[in-house]
């Protein structure tokens, strides 16, 4: 079955500290991944794509297939980092989420 | 910049009324969904459509139909309202896959039943 697991549903760390963001995802097949965040009070938007292989906001995330996993890092989190994480698998034309992580950066 | 537009922000209705929720983007995209999002499980599709007068089922269709008769607008009827219909609904646009399947969304639809 195809599945995305967020196992975290709060992740709550001082400004300046290190984030990671778990996702392991169930897929037959080659996957493609996304980050998406919903800053408070706005709409879901794409944080970044795996296939794009790029730094968004300091945020990177790395496909392993080894894993199954697709973690968001950033080495320094902000306190405007602060926001609902959600994971999402590409399933031929429709998306997949994982439950959501919420993070919560204090000063 | 695409522009996925939900109709109301705020709804409350009893049980058992038929309620219609608007959704239209303006980017001539060709999928559009409906999603529902709840604490703690996330977004679960509901409903989604490849073309006009096209839909298929999502995970959780039950107690909902939708309607494509345009392009740029996707409805979802909610036949009679139950409290367990209580939610955020999102609705979302995208290109065809060949084009990236990057989700736009609109802002949301807090939907209260009582």
């Known amino acids: 079955a195809q599945r995305v697991t967020q196992p975290e549903k709060l992740l709550s760390v001082f400004k300046g500290a290190p984030v990671e963001l778990k996702c392991n995802y169930s897929?037959?097949?080659?996957?493609?991944l996304f980050w998406y965040v919903q800053y408070s009070r706005q709409r879901l938007q794409l944080l970044l794509r795996?296939?794009s292989r790029e730094s968004i906001k300091g945020f990177t995330a790395d496909l392993n297939k080894g894993e199954t996993s697709f973690h968001l890092k950033k080495p320094f989190a902000q306190e405007e980092d602060s926001a609902m994480y959600y994971c999402?698998?590409?399933?031929?034309?429709?998306?997949?989420f994982g439950t959501g992580t919420r993070l919560q950066v204090f000063p | 910049d695409v522009k996925v537009t939900q109709s109301s922000r705020y709804l409350v209705k009893r049980t058992g009324e038929k309620v219609f929720l608007e959704c239209v983007q303006d980017?001539?995209?060709?999928?559009m969904f409906w999603y529902r999002q709840d604490p703690g499980l996330g977004l679960r599709l509901i409903y989604f459509?490849?073309?006009?007068?096209?839909?298929e089922k999502g995970d959780i269709p039950e107690g909902y139909s939708v309607s494509r008769e345009k392009k740029e607008r996707f409805s979802l009827i909610l036949e009679s309202a139950s409290t367990n219909q209580t939610s955020m609904y999102l609705c979302?646009?995208?290109?065809?896959?060949?084009?990236?399947?990057?989700?736009?969304f609109g802002s949301g639809t807090q939907l209260s039943v009582l």
């Open positions: 979302a646009s995208s290109r065809s896959p060949g084009q990236g399947a990057n989700l736009f």
């Open positions: 897929y037959s097949g080659s996957p493609e």
């Open positions: 795996h296939i």
């Open positions: 999402a698998l590409r399933s031929t034309d429709k998306l997949i």
């Open positions: 980017m001539d995209h060709e999928n």
């Open positions: 459509s490849y073309d006009v007068k096209m839909k």
